[in-house]
Antibody, heavy 118, light 110 residues
Framework: EVQLVASGGGVAQPGGSLRLSCAASGFSLKTYPMNWVRQAPGKGLEWVSNIRTTKEGGMAYTDSVKGRFTISRDDAGNSIYLQMNSLRAEDTAVYYC??????????WGQGTLLTVSS | QSVLTQPRSVSGSPGQSVSISCTGTTSDVVNYNYVSWYQHHPGKAPKLIIYEVTQRPSGVPDRFSGSRSGNTASLTISGLQVDDEADYFCCSYAGAHSWVFGGGSKLTVL
């Protein structure tokens, strides 16, 4: 079955760190740019970060997470990651990973919930 | 505050058509042919239903269509079905490998 499975969410304290993972099965992530998109409770979707293919190189972040979040990929492990540091209450959200095809988010994982609270 | 502006809610009866607007700027909707739309049933993963303003992914019914005029993109759903009741989000590429979303529109099928 072709799917993306996001994991690693949970409860973190303000100022704390957490790493999200997104594993692909049934297809290879290697040829896809990948993204993280989040949805805070009761809010809309928000693009968080993009990583190009290893061949193209490069990452991008929304302004509110620059300097705090780092996206990475492991093509051999068919996974991507989001290292989140200096967490804030406003980072509380369901985080989705998604493939990038034709400049749209083609395939989505089921989401993993991060709650930042003391 | 979302970057793209959508109505918070829309509604229609089974069999009718509804349109959802998505207003942006020259930084996104106007200058890039990369407007996409997503259907989101709460608790599930969002689903891509329109990409590149007007294109439908394989498997998406032709009841769903996209268009753009100036700084406003639109999603039209014809022949409304009960299963269409969901949240709908527009999204635009905004340059430098970044994207912006609308705040979402809740579609109620009466």
């Amino acid at each position: 079955e072709v799917q993306l499975v996001a994991s690693g969410g949970g409860v973190a304290q303000p100022g704390g760190s957490l790493r999200l993972s997104c594993a692909a099965s049934g297809f290879s992530l290697k040829t896809y740019p990948m993204n993280w998109v989040r949805q805070a409770p009761g809010k809309g979707l928000e693009w968080v970060s993009n990583i190009r293919t290893t061949k193209e190189g490069g990452m991008a972040y929304t302004d509110s997470v620059k300097g705090r979040f780092t996206i990475s990929r492991d093509d051999a492990g068919n996974s991507i990651y989001l290292q989140m540091n200096s967490l804030r209450a406003e980072d509380t959200a369901v985080y989705y990973c998604a493939t990038d095809l034709n400049w749209a988010f083609d395939r989505w994982g089921q989401g993993t919930l991060l709650t930042v609270s003391s | 505050q979302s970057v793209l502006t959508q109505p918070r809610s829309v509604s229609g009866s089974p069999g009718q058509s509804v349109s959802i607007s998505c207003t942006g700027t020259t930084s996104d909707v106007v200058n890039y042919n990369y407007v996409s739309w997503y259907q989101h049933h709460p608790g599930k993963a969002p689903k891509l239903i329109i990409y590149e303003v007007t294109q439908r992914p394989s498997g998406v019914p032709d009841r769903f269509s996209g268009s753009r005029s100036g700084n406003t993109a639109s999603l039209t759903i014809s022949g409304l079905q009960v299963d269409d009741e969901a949240d709908y989000f527009c999204c635009s590429y905004a340059g430098a490998h970044s994207w912006v979303f609308g705040g979402g529109s809740k579609l109620t099928v009466l």
